[in-house]
């Protein structure tokens, strides 16, 4: 990619501005109200929406595989009580059968969140050119509602959607839902929510509430933020009216193939006698509470940590999936669909926790220019200096299928653990104890608060700064630019960036101060036009139920980030919150409610890799979020009461982001078809493993998201002569593809494949493709096609 190929098509889109289709949805740009100061700044911003084609939001880490410890590619098992830091607990494994732990009231639900499929940039990458053109597997959110059987008021609601992250306009928009739901809902509010995103990278995007993360997807998009909105008021729904009483356990096991350390430089900057309690650099320990209800002991759920990046689909895929840790959910919800001891309806949650500078790629990462080297153990560049041909690689990356395989097969292994964990819960588990349920939430504003360290020297945080090394990117997406990681912020490191980031903002002396060492490529927290363009301002929150306390971080945590912010929580609340009775089971879940980009920890800021660079607030967020935490873990204890004061409002962009993003105009026919005609019909026979095909006249999935259903089907003919839908819009193996064949008359094609798996039982199939058709008047018509049947055998 040349920076003219990528700029002039750009420049068109923007010249044309005020011709401009917009997102039906959203309100008229506002881009034409503006003063001409915010004028100068809105062009300030589109030249940078230019220049993003290679400065990436998030372009993902370089590392090399210098990994400390070797990999075994099973599981270990025995380590089923490690704790999550690696050591060994207090926590007594207890043989049981029958629960033994309190009661509480218990509840799950579910829903489909998966927004616009083609023509919406995917949030993650931050690659302009990785717009969707499909959907391999829909995206969900997953809630998991906990409260106190004696107090029902005191309730929590983990929410784990499918996304990049969490995020502050969709936080806004699913308190507002819960507010409008009435007065059975009065118990969830800011406190008790949580919003998490598994931080997959390959869903649509466009729904953020800044406008950093905006600038890839062309703005805001109503319909993308709405249907992740919707699905989790949904799933929270489904949630409450399932709630029952019953029990929760909770059980660990180490998967040690399943992440792998991208940052290992800026991890070896940490203290060596600190590293030395740690078996490995990245934490291995996944850690699993299982919700058992009281009436027939059948198990409604499970929810799970485990951290590693859902970066395993690469950034040339633009099919939508929930990257690995969709594939884990898919696989265990699957699995216990026929499990005698889980409930109809049963959900698997597999959060996102200290993912910073974890990366699925665990064969490490090379250079893609004919060396045969990896990239270098530094700054992750290959010969030329550079880090563009530096990529991570999953553990099937020579089968070249878009991380396809790959992200299989880390979803499979983080499922693996979960069903370790699962079907050991009968023999050991911790019991959850205590029938407190709590939780705490207030906004903090990062600029420039002060604090003090438990050494008693005051240091403070500051506005939000990207620093040169963002740009870069990392090795699970490298950055298109010449930068490098661990960048000293020399004018020749990239003069033409220097030149765009003081034209957009010069920092201040005092923030280039706060910042230090840091050199700051974007001073984003500083800057504020047309709208704020990164969060000050975030979100602490804590939840505990029992003995468990969940950490809520607004970012991503490196490894030895979460371990010292858990560590200092666990040791907190062990002396005053459960003074030796039980000893607290302390996870951190996140990035969650408003995306805050990293959190490293202060000496691995000192070397500026992606992940420092990344660290918003400077060298002291790591302990700011501490003491911020501990201050209100008080608020946890059984006798609690009030609130921390709610804190400074953050912005709400909704209605005043920019989006240049087209709507539908129309859906045209080809003379002679109708929508839904197969084109392109399959052969008549096949043997499992094959990828069946089909092609359809197709018309715009934007049209009608079809949550909750599907665009895509294969049926099988059963033993009455009945077409039977066997595989949906759900399955991994079956995948829709959209193609606009000719703009001008509307004319699209739709492709339906079935990667048939070797586990597909012999039978008559056909595939079948749902569809709505936009008329040149608007109106949207519903319609579907259907493939000639075709046999498999095995
Ligand atoms: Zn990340």
Request: net charge negative; proline share 5%.
């Amino acid at each position: 990619m040349t920076g003219e190929d990528s700029q002039s098509p750009y420049i068109g889109e923007h010249g044309k501005s005020t011709k401009q289709k917009h997102d039906s949805r959203t309100q008229t740009m506002p881009f034409l109200r503006l003063s001409r100061r915010a004028i100068a700044v809105a062009v300030a911003t589109i030249s940078l929406m230019i220049l993003s084609v290679f400065a990436v939001w998030h372009f993902e880490t370089p590392i090399f595989d210098v990994s400390p410890y070797v990999w075994v590619s099973s599981l270990t098992t025995g380590a089923s009580l490690r704790a999550y830091d690696g050591e060994t607990t207090e926590a007594f494994p207890l043989a049981r059968s029958t629960p033994v732990g309190d009661k509480y009231l218990i509840g799950v639900g579910k829903a489909d969140i998966t927004g616009p499929v083609v023509e919406i940039n995917f949030g993650g990458y931050a690659s302009l050119p990785q717009k969707g053109t499909g959907l391999r597997q829909r995206i969900y959110a997953r809630t998991f509602i906990i409260g106190d059987v004696s107090k029902p008021d005191n309730r929590i609601a983990y929410i784990i959607l499918d996304t990049q992250s969490g995020d502050a306009a969709v936080r806004i928009g699913i308190l507002e839902g819960v507010a409008a739901l009435g007065s059975d809902y009065a118990m969830y509010g800011a406190s008790n929510i949580a919003v998490t995103g598994t931080h997959q990278h390959s869903g649509p995007g466009a729904w953020f509430n800044y406008l950093l993360p905006q600038i890839t997807s062309l703005g805001f998009s109503q319909q993308s933020y709405q249907a992740i909105v919707t699905g989790a008021l949904l799933s929270i729904q489904r949630a409450h009216e399932s709630l029952t009483e019953g029990y929760l356990d909770i059980g660990m096991t180490n998967i040690t193939d399943g992440n792998l350390s991208r940052s290992l430089y800026a991890y070896m900057a940490n203290p060596a006698e600190e590293r030395a309690q740690y078996h490995a650099s990245t934490d291995t320990t996944m850690t699993l509470v299982r919700l058992q209800r009281a009436s027939d002991l059948k198990n409604i759920g499970v929810l799970s940590w485990y951290p590693v990046h859902g970066t395993s689909m690469l950034e040339n895929n633009t099919h939508v999936t929930g990257d690995n840790k969709g594939v884990a959910a898919y696989l265990f919800e699957k699995k216990m669909a026929s499990d005698a001891n889980a409930a109809p309806g049963f959900v698997a949650g597999f959060s996102q926790a200290n993912v910073g500078d974890t990366t699925p790629n665990v064969l490490g990462a090379w250079c893609d220019d004919g060396s045969g080297q990896m990239c270098s153990y530094e700054n992750s560049t290959c010969a030329d200096g550079k880090s563009e041909s530096c990529h991570g690689r999953g553990p099937e990356f020579f089968k070249l299928d878009l991380g396809v395989s790959s992200c299989y097969e880390m979803g499979r292994r983080q499922y693996a653990g979960a069903l370790d964990i699962y079907n050991n819960l009968s023999i050991s588990s911790i019991p959850v104890v205590g029938t407190s349920v709590k939780s705490y939430h207030f906004y903090q504003n990062m600029s420039f608060f002060q604090f003090q360290l438990p050494n008693g020297s005051t240091v403070q945080t500051c506005p939000a700064a990207l620093g040169y090394s963002f740009a870069a990117g990392t090795t699970d997406g490298p950055g298109a630019f010449d930068f490098t990681q661990a960048d000293s912020g020399s004018p020749n490191a990239s003069p033409l960036w220097a030149v765009v980031s003081n034209l957009l903002r010069t920092p201040t002396d005092e923030q280039t101060l706060c910042q230090h060492p840091k050199p700051i490529l974007l001073d984003v927290g500083e800057m504020s036009e047309p709208y704020d363009w990164s969060p000050n301002i975030v979100d602490m929150q804590a939840l505990r139920v029992g003995q468990l306390i969940i950490i809520i971080s607004p970012s991503e945590a490196t490894t030895m980030s979460g371990r010292r912010w858990r560590n200092a929580v666990h040791s907190e609340a062990a002396s005053t919150i459960f003074k030796g009775s039980v000893d607290p089971v302390v996870v951190l879940g996140g990035p969650a409610n408003v995306y805050a980009h990293y959190c490293a920890t202060p000496e691995e800021y000192g070397i500026q890799r992606y992940e420092a660079a990344s660290t918003l607030y400077g060298p002291w967020e790591l302990p700011a979020y501490i003491n911020l935490t501990l201050k209100n873990l008080a608020y946890l204890a059984p006798d609690a009461t009030g609130a921390p004061p709610v804190g400074p409002t953050p912005p709400d962009n909704r209605q005043t982001s920019l989006s240049f993003i087209s709507s539908v105009v129309f859906d045209g026919e080809p003379i002679d078809r109708t929508f839904g005609d197969c084109t392109s019909q399959p052969s008549t026979s096949y043997i499992v493993g094959d990828v069946i095909n089909a092609t359809f006249v197709g018309a715009n999935p934007r049209n009608n998201l079809r949550l909750e259903g599907t665009f895509a089907a294969v049926e099988q003919l059963d033993s009455t002569g009945s077409w039977v839908q066997v595989r949906d819009d759900n399955d991994w193996s079956l995948v829709y593809t959209w193609e606009r064949t000719d703009t001008i008359l509307g004319h699209s094609s739709v492709v339906i494949s079935w990667e048939s798996e070797i586990s597909a039982e012999a039978g008559t199939y056909r595939l079948r493709y749902y569809g709505d058709s936009k008329s040149l008047l608007g109106t949207i018509t519903g319609f579907s096609g259907v493939s000639n049947g075709f046999a498999i055998t095995t």
